[in-house]
């Protein structure tokens, strides 16, 4: 009962201590701690379509998105970043005229704020306002036509007062580019992520360059997140802390790196991430990473300099954990809920009934694990579909007639 008593203290003392910092006042502390995926994870409890993957759970489903938001908050997440992913007036009339026809994006990101606000506000979380890739730039659409369509967005972050905007989810630099000037004019300090891994974008622009061109847009935060797990995407970390470092910028003090990698495993992906393997998106449990994978991560990621860590597709609150604990004394002692029934180098299988299971308490055993699939012809590796359309393609011009209300959510 003291230790129980005692970690709810020290959580207070910490937290009262960590409170009333923006975002890079954070970061230039210690590690910062992202969130999970939020669709994927939806999609899985039956709150999010597949396919779209649009965020009308805001307005559908309320609840369902702050116990998510809740759980990651527990298990040590220190951004609430709102569900809204592909909350845009183009991607909702996108295959799905319903969503926009009736909440549209004004009604989406409001809830989506107000919700991931009444959860931060209960953790001394900050809350970052979201926004991502366009099927206007796939179809070829001017910078103009983009930029509004970013503008309806971040508007609504405005008047919402959220801490910081994250620009993420580019497979082109040059979008990235016109999202970052579009956060910057709305005067957020903006942290941009491109969807990519050591190979580059999709138009041949090189992981390292940009890196530099973000920098040079005005972003204070630059970094890798989605289609690549975090061993891949962390090759391509290292060469933006290279090609950053080779014009003279000091990573901590110039610059902030961020990283928020799948939690599939992808060694087999092509340039265009897990959305070329077979498995994509049903079939993906398989690959998933391990709360070890993720604590080797975070140990990786923390000794590169990266500061804020954190998850995309397949991140579960579990994950999110492992990167707290893992971090746990960088993050100067800082507890989190989701710990309270944890023990170091799981101790607490000491009180397993059968012996051999009480032999694995240790993390020696468990980070020199290799996991078994346990299915008996399954492959170890996938041969990906490698479309090579990007940007420009006629196959990527976008459809809205097909959008259909389901009959049942």
């Known amino acids: 009962m003291f230790s129980k008593l005692l970690h709810k203290t020290s959580l207070k003392q910490s937290?009262?201590?960590?409170?009333?910092?923006?975002?890079?006042?954070?970061?230039?502390?210690?590690?910062?701690?992202?969130?999970?995926?939020?669709?994927?994870?939806?999609?899985?409890?039956?709150?999010?379509?597949?396919?779209?993957?649009?965020?009308?759970?805001?307005?559908?489903?309320?609840?369902?998105?702050?116990?998510?938001?809740?759980?990651?908050?527990?298990?040590g997440s220190d951004v609430m970043q709102t569900f809204t992913f592909y909350a845009s007036e183009d991607k909702l009339e996108n295959w799905g005229q319903y969503c926009k026809a009736e909440h549209g994006t004004g009604d989406i990101n409001n809830e989506a704020c107000r919700i991931a606000r009444e959860v931060a506000d209960d953790y001394d979380a900050l809350v970052a306002g979201g926004i991502c890739q366009t099927p206007t730039?796939?179809?070829?659409?001017?910078?103009?036509?983009?930029?509004?369509?970013?503008?309806?967005?971040?508007?609504?972050?405005?008047?919402?007062?959220?801490?910081?905007?994250?620009?993420?989810?580019?497979?082109?630099?040059?979008?990235?580019?016109?999202?970052?000037?579009?956060?910057?004019?709305?005067?957020f300090v903006t942290a941009a992520n491109m969807c990519i891994g050591p190979e580059g974008d999709l138009h041949g622009n090189s992981t390292g360059d940009c890196a530099l061109r973000m920098y040079e847009a005005g972003a204070k935060i630059i970094g890798l997140n989605c289609h690549f797990d975090p061993f891949v995407l962390l090759k391509g970390m290292e060469q933006m802390k290279v090609a950053l470092e080779n014009q003279g910028l000091v990573i901590n003090k110039d610059v902030?790196?961020?990283?928020?990698?799948?939690?599939?495993?992808?060694?087999?992906?092509?340039?265009?991430?897990?959305?070329?393997?077979?498995?994509?998106?049903?079939?993906?449990?398989?690959?998933?990473?391990?709360?070890?994978?993720m604590q080797r991560f975070a140990r990786e990621s923390w000794d590169m300099g990266v500061r804020y860590?954190?998850?995309?597709?397949?991140?579960?609150?579990?994950?999110?954990?492992?990167?707290?604990?893992?971090?746990?004394?960088?993050?100067?002692?800082?507890?989190?809920?989701?710990?309270?029934?944890?023990?170091?180098?799981?101790?607490?299988?000491?009180?397993?009934t059968k012996p051999w299971v009480r032999a694995r308490a240790s993390t020696d055993y468990w980070i020199n694990l290799q996991p078994g699939t346990g299915r008996p012809h399954s492959q170890a590796l996938s041969e990906p579909d490698r479309w090579g359309v990007t940007q420009g393609s006629e196959e990527l011009k976008q459809n809205t007639t097909r959008g259909e209300k389901p009959e049942q959510r």
């Open 15 to 75: 937290t009262r201590s960590f409170s009333n910092r923006g975002i890079l006042e954070r970061l230039r502390a210690g590690p910062v701690l992202g969130d999970g995926g939020f669709v994927f994870e939806l999609e899985k409890r039956g709150y999010v379509k597949a396919g779209p993957w649009t965020p009308e759970a805001n307005c559908e489903e309320p609840d369902a998105v702050r116990q998510l938001h809740r759980e990651f908050a527990r298990a």
């Open 137 to 187: 730039y796939l179809s070829g659409g001017t910078k103009e036509s983009i930029q509004k369509v970013f503008d309806q967005q971040v508007e609504v972050f405005k008047n919402n007062k959220v801490d910081f905007m994250i620009a993420e989810y580019y497979e082109h630099i040059e979008e990235c580019l016109w999202a970052i000037e579009v956060c910057l004019k709305h005067n």
């Open 256 to 293: 902030f790196l961020m990283v928020q990698p799948l939690a599939y495993m992808t060694p087999d992906a092509s340039k265009q991430g897990f959305i070329d393997l077979p498995e994509f998106p049903f079939a993906l449990e398989p690959r998933i990473c391990t709360r070890w994978d």
């Open 309 to 352: 860590i954190g998850g995309c597709c397949g991140f579960q609150p579990y994950h999110i954990r492992a990167l707290s604990e893992e971090l746990a004394q960088e993050r100067g002692g800082r507890p989190h809920k989701g710990a309270l029934k944890w023990e170091p180098n799981a101790g607490g299988l000491l009180m397993h």
